[in-house]
């Protein structure tokens, strides 16, 4: 078994935008970098954002500022995102898109040269810059070019196991290659983590096949960090159902923008029953809380889902402004969507909720270590405004990557620990040993299942307490697992970690959804209908049965005189 031993100032988990960002600012501060991440480089998750990304440049509403910009972002997160963090964000935004342009991005601009921006639901003005229909993928191509020039090396087929820590402060991270099974020491002074949420959990979700199962969750709890908010997961309320292996793939709210029409079995157009003014163009957690109710009350399609219609459009309108769409449903089902409908059902989306951070440089509980993009926590509160999740990862890529090489250089010398390394290498080889029955995919399944039953879109005390017996079940088959790498590679041993991510990421999940006994944005209990205002808190998991309620600091006056429902006229929805 070949083991490969690396030194690094600083250690970034994931090739995503969040990650590139971190590893660009310690390249372009000299600082001696490696990036790892499980997919390659130029096809991580940032590359499916599609819609935009925030910030208020005035380059279209004159009347824009980084203070409105903040308070829609509390007012539609149902204030609980973290006052110091969406400050920090907004206003931090401009400086986040001049360094992409900086780095070459190709934002779509008007005829003089400005940044176009446009409306985005909840948004009061238009500030979400865009590149066609496909803003991640340009910046994450930006931003690989960038790390490319820089020389940042980026080993892209490595996994993650355990971060490696001695006395409370981060020293490395043990991971395997996933085509050769070789291992990975990795010693480095700091480690950003970032590498996503876990919306994989759940049964139909927007993440691809393997990835976002909890690796940061996991990764980060085991270290001695604590989770923020793990049971505010936003779901997307337009997911395809079929075919089965790529059941959530994402159909584009501009297809309800441009005027789609939602229909349950009956031929109902059922929008009018859950936001009569905004119909089809009301907010994620409604629209898709009324799809979850059509289909549980017995008004869904025999397969579980309802009708995405956009045959009434004219079909040049369908060709030139949902052409992604009118290509994925022709591939993925052989259906021509100017002439039938769409069947779609909610689908796992974003993790709103992530690994516990401080506000100024997302530094967590344990020294050295920081979370960043979906693996972080307090941006979001509630439900996500559409676009900021992009800008996120810009400010708070730069920010921690600048701490980290602060870190770093006041240490005096690398940590190092040979008990953690044992430890990391044990779990491993252990796993490598087993021979049982259970199959990992099985068990994969039936927590997912177990999620999407219990702790989906509408949640209640006995399905949740449920869940959770169910969860214990798959964690004690765990014992009986067998893991088998083959000529294809070490995607076996892989997807046994993945699982063991997903099951603290679940536990976490229904634990913190039990305690927070309300309904409120994205989070719905249907034994607690109405927002309890004692719990205008953030619920802080720590390990199992271990949850407590953290006060949220005050909102700015600036910010807080600003607030207000926004209407969506006009506008896109998120």
Known sequence: MTEHRIATSVLVIGTGGA??????????????????????????????????????????????????????????????????????????AARGIADLERYGMPFAREADGRISQRFFGAHTHRRTAFAGDYTGLEIQRTLVGRATRLGVPILDSVYITRLLVRDQAVCGAYGFDLADGSRYVIHADAVILAAGGHTRIWRRTSSRRDENTGDSFRLAVLAGCRLRD??????????????????????????????????????????????????????????????????????????????????????????????????????????????????????AHYSMGGVWVRPADHRTDVDGLYAIGEAASGLHGANRLGGNSLIELLVYGRLAGQAAAAHSAGLTAQRR??????????????????????????????????????????????????????????????????????????QDLAHAFDLKSSLLAARATVET??????????????????????????????????????????????????????????????
């Open 19 to 92: 990650g590139l960002r971190a590893a660009i600012e310690l390249a372009e501060r000299r600082v001696d970098v490696l990036a790892v991440g499980k997919r390659p480089k130029a096809d991580a998750h940032t590359a499916l954002a599609a819609g935009g990304i925030n910030a208020a440049l005035a380059t279209m509403d004159p009347e824009d500022t980084w203070q409105q910009h903040a308070a829609d972002t509390i007012q539609e997160g149902y204030h609980l995102a973290h006052p110091e963090i969406v400050r920090i964000v907004t206003e931090n």
């Open 230 to 347: 793990p049971e505010l997961v936003q779901f997307h309320p337009s997911g395809l159902i079929a075919p089965e292996d790529v059941a959530g793939t994402l159909v584009s709210e501009a297809a309800r923008g441009e005027g789609g029409i939602l229909r349950n079995a009956l031929g109902e157009r059922f929008m009018g029953r859950y936001d009569a003014e905004r119909m089809e163009l009301s907010t994620r957690d409604r629209v898709a809380l009324a799809a979850y109710t059509e289909i549980k009350e017995g008004r869904g399609t025999p397969d579980g889902g309802v009708w995405l219609d956009v045959s009434h459009l004219p079909r040049e309108t369908i060709m030139n402004r949902l052409p992604r769409v009118y290509q994925t449903l022709l591939e993925l089902q052989m259906r021509d969507i100017t002439k039938e409908p769409i069947e779609i059902a909610p689908t």
């Open 417 to 490: 620990s040979a008990e953690a390394l044992a430890e990391a290498r044990a779990e491993v080889d252990g796993l490598l040993a087993a021979d049982g029955p259970e199959n990992v995919r099985v068990l994969q399944r039936t927590l997912r299942d177990t999620m999407t039953e219990h702790a989906g879109v509408v949640r209640d005390e006995a399905g949740l307490r449920k869940g959770l017996a169910e969860l214990d079940e798959v964690e004690a088959r765990l014992d009986g697992l067998g893991v088998h790498p083959d000529l294809a590679g070490f």
């Open 513 to 574: 959804a039990l305690e927070r006994r309300e309904t409120r944005g994205c989070h719905n209990r249907s034994d607690y209908p109405e927002a309890d205002p004692a719990l205008r808190v953030n619920l802080v998991w720590s390990g199992p049965g271990a949850v407590e309620r953290e006060a949220i600091a005050p909102v700015p006056a600036e910010i807080a005189t600003l607030m207000a429902e926004v209407s969506a006229d006009g506008k896109l929805v998120e």
